[in-house]
């Protein structure tokens, strides 16, 4: 029924409750989650309600790709806050709305080992940092694929390598599914919204304003190179991002200009209306009773696509 929440808790009863809008031919989206859901999250739903009558929300903490695994512990569960959430936004949006909230052996029935590796696009940036943190991304995707079986995928665009990672995971394993690409949402202040913001102390909070700052601060070198018709000096843009940026209150995991498709970092300058992406990740220090010693928040611009630019800087005030 429309503007509805049902709850799935394994692939039959998903199977079953989906198979007759696949019979219809109609459109099915999908946005995976691994649950404590915020408005960006909710962002993500809405925008696959203007797709299809039936949005598949999954709810799943995937174990196989955290690197620790008191990460994996610590990784919050608001499993019934989560459900009301979505049953706001199928009243609201009046689609059809699945939550899909399998377990480990529904989702892995021979158990939760990494099977799939895409390649050149997990190696730089998050791939660095955090070795394996991708095959787990695109096996637990390939397993919810299959599982949901959508025609849209909708991925946000806050985790850019991801969504790079998962567009080369369905090419590779011939998925039948269209891949939308969702802008970041930011709160007020600029920050992009993120489950591990609600473990920010109020000092921690106010390193974090200095991210978009930063990236913002790279969009104004490569607008000052458009404007000259001059072309854009990749370092030049790191420069500036890091004098924003830097400070004793945060510690940089990478600030990198990269190349937006491939995810290899860029440092031969490049005419000034290509696409370059500017991604950062930090580790902020914070006294949150929730909070592990230091909370790691990513974001990024993709310069050359004006309209990313822009909204970064509307999220900014500039
Ligand atoms: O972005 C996330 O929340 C997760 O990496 C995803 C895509 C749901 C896979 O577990």
Redesign the pocket.
């Known amino acids: 029924m429309s503007g509805t929440l049902l709850r799935c808790d394994d692939r039959h009863a998903l199977a079953t409750t989906l198979d007759p809008s696949r019979s219809a031919g109609e459109q099915i989206a999908f946005v ?3 649950g404590a859901l915020h408005h960006g999250h909710i962002a993500l739903v809405e925008r696959a309600a203007t797709l299809a009558p039936t949005v598949v929300a999954s709810i ?1 903490v ?1 174990p196989t ?1 955290f690197d620790a695994a008191a990460d994996l512990a610590a990784y919050p569960r608001t499993l019934d806050a989560d459900l009301a959430l979505l049953a706001d936004a199928a009243a609201r949006t009046g689609v059809r709305l699945v939550a899909y909230v399998p377990n480990v052996a529904d989702v892995y029935p021979d158990g939760p080992a990494t099977t799939l590796h895409v390649g050149e696009v997990t190696e730089h940036l998050c791939g660095a940092s955090r070795p394996g943190h991708f095959d787990g ?1 695109a096996t ?2 390939d397993a919810l694929l299959r599982a949901v079986r959508p025609t849209v995928l909708v ?1 946000g665009r806050k ?1 850019h390598q ?1 969504l790079v990672v998962v567009r080369r995971l369905v090419a590779m394993q011939g998925h039948d599914v269209v891949v939308d690409a969702a802008p970041t949402v930011r709160d007020d202040d600029g920050v992009a919204v993120s489950s591990r913001n609600r473990l920010l102390d109020d000092a921690a909070r106010a390193a974090a304003r200095r991210i978009p700052r930063a990236l913002a601060a790279g969009v104004a070198v490569v607008r000052a190179a458009r404007t000259d018709g001059a072309p854009v000096d990749p370092e030049a843009v790191r420069d500036a991002a890091h004098a924003v940026l830097d400070g004793e209150d945060l510690r940089i995991d990478y600030l990198e200009t990269a190349d937006p498709d491939r995810i290899v970092p860029v440092d031969g300058s490049l005419a000034s209306d290509g696409r370059l992406l500017l991604a950062v990740a930090v580790h902020v220090a914070s006294a949150h009773p929730d909070a592990p010693p230091t909370v790691r928040l990513i974001d990024n611009v993709l310069l050359g696509d004006v309209e990313d630019e822009q909204r970064l800087l509307d999220a900014v005030g500039e």
């Open positions: 995976p989650t691994m799943f995937n790709q991304v637990v995707v991925m985790d991801q």
